[in-house]
Structures are given as structure tokens and as C-alpha cells.
């Protein structure tokens, strides 16, 4: 079965930087391509970046543009997103999602989640 | 950017009774290749989102048949024909036919 194992995550001071990585198996990872979106406490769904199966184009939301890069390793079916620069409304729990298809498409899978924390 | 709105808010149901909730897009969901992209998503407490119906009427793998999607264009509508105990949670619309992909804002669906 599908599964999404998140890690990386935890508490970092203003301006610090975190690399988030999601591990996946039970699927041919190299096939699809994967989503990052986070969820700040107690709110909604927002959409982060997603990067195609074999990595050729990137997409990042305006919030996190210039200073998160998403990447993918398919070697090691694990996907990464590097978050510098984090502010505190960077504070969520990050999900990894997988899409439908090699492109963008719907996320039918999602990973459990790690929690960001930023503050001093 | 295409903004997605849920209404209600939040709805109150009592057990057994059916539950609606209505999504509207800012613009057409529908893609260059034809196909609508939107899909609804279920957040039990404590839980990840998890895909309920995708390309507006489709039940994802091992969903129960209480739950279907309906709508075209800009106007969506997920319904519960009778709500258990379990449907508990927040259910978010998503589209994907453009980026950014975005959510709608969430309904709470909880028991009377």
C-alpha cells in the first residue's frame, strides 16, 4: 500500500532553516509527481510546491517563492523540500502528497505530517 | 489565483440525516484536455487530509457509497446521504487545474 513518512521537522528560530524529507514506497515513486503542502495550526489547507516525476519543472507558491526548493531523489523515492529564510507564519505541519499522475494533478495520497515550529 | 468557497461554514447533522456542502471557483475548473479537476478531502481530528472524490464525482479507493460529488464548471457540491459518527471532521474542495492549486476554506461537519 501507499504510504508518505514525513521527517525533519521541529523548532527553528527566525531566519533558520529546515530540510524536510518524505519518504515513499508502495508505489512506483519515479512515476508521479509529488506535492508539499502545509497546514498552519488550527487553519486550513495551503498549498506549497510540487515538482514533476522526474523533477524537469518546479512550482512554489508566492509565500515560500525564493526561499524553499523543492527536489526529488528518485534513487532513494524520497522526496525534500529546503526551507530557508523561515519567518513564523512558516509554523505548520508540512504533509507530502502524492498526485494522481506524472504531472500535477489531484493528491490521492498524503503523508502524516511534520510539525514546523519556528520562533525565538 | 483561483479562489475556492465553501459554504457552510460549518454544518450540524444529526445521525442518520444527509449533509451538503457547496463549493464555488472563482473561474472554470475545467482543464485544456477537458477533464475538471476537483476534488474533495476529508480531515477527520488529528487525522491528514484524506481524498474522498476526485474529477468531481469519482469515489476514491475504499470510500463508502454515502459519500458522492456532483456540479460542472464553477459550482460543486459534495453530499452525505447519511452522516455516521465517523464522518465527523472538516472536508476541504481542492481544485488542481492551475497553479497555484488551492483549497476552499473548510466545513466542519459535526453531530447535533
Known amino acids: 500500500q501507499v504510504q508518505l513518512v514525513e521527517s525533519g521537522g521541529g523548532v527553528v528560530q527566525p531566519g533558520g532553516s529546515l530540510r524536510l524529507s518524505c519518504a515513499a514506497s508502495?508505489?512506483?515513486?519515479?512515476?508521479?509527481?509529488m506535492h508539499w503542502v502545509r497546514q498552519a495550526p488550527g487553519k486550513g489547507l495551503e498549498w506549497v510546491s510540487f515538482?514533476?516525476?522526474?523533477?524537469?519543472?518546479?512550482y512554489y507558491a508566492d509565500s515560500v517563492k525564493g526561499r524553499f526548493t523543492i527536489s526529488r531523489d528518485n534513487s532513494k523515492n524520497t522526496l525534500y523540500l529546503q526551507m530557508n529564510s523561515l519567518r513564523a507564519d512558516d509554523t505548520a505541519v508540512y504533509y507530502c502528497?502524492?498526485?494522481?499522475?506524472?504531472?500535477?494533478?489531484?493528491?490521492?495520497?498524503w503523508g502524516q505530517g511534520t510539525l514546523v515550529t519556528v520562533s525565538s | 489565483d483561483i479562489v475556492m468557497t465553501q459554504t457552510p461554514l460549518s454544518s450540524p447533522v444529526t445521525l442518520g440525516q444527509p449533509a451538503s456542502i457547496s463549493c464555488r471557483s472563482s473561474?472554470?475548473?475545467?482543464?485544456?484536455?477537458?477533464?475538471?479537476?476537483l476534488s474533495w478531502l476529508q480531515q477527520r481530528p488529528g487525522q491528514p487530509p484524506r481524498l474522498l472524490i476526485y474529477?468531481?464525482?469519482n469515489r476514491f479507493s475504499g470510500v463508502p457509497d454515502r459519500f458522492s460529488g456532483s456540479g460542472a464548471g464553477t459550482d460543486f457540491t459534495l453530499k452525505i446521504s447519511r452522516v455516521e459518527a465517523e464522518d465527523v471532521g472538516v472536508y476541504y474542495c481542492?481544485?488542481?487545474?492551475?497553479?497555484?492549486?488551492?483549497f476552499g476554506g473548510g466545513t466542519k461537519v459535526e453531530i447535533k
Open positions: 502528497a502524492k498526485s494522481c499522475c506524472g504531472g500535477s494533478c489531484y493528491c490521492d495520497y
Open positions: 508502495g508505489f512506483t515513486f519515479s512515476s508521479y509527481g
Open positions: 515538482i514533476r516525476y522526474d523533477g524537469s519543472n518546479k
Open positions: 473561474q472554470s475548473l475545467v482543464h485544456s484536455d477537458g477533464n475538471t479537476s
Open positions: 474529477e468531481i464525482s
Open positions: 481542492t481544485q488542481a487545474t492551475q497553479f497555484p492549486l488551492t
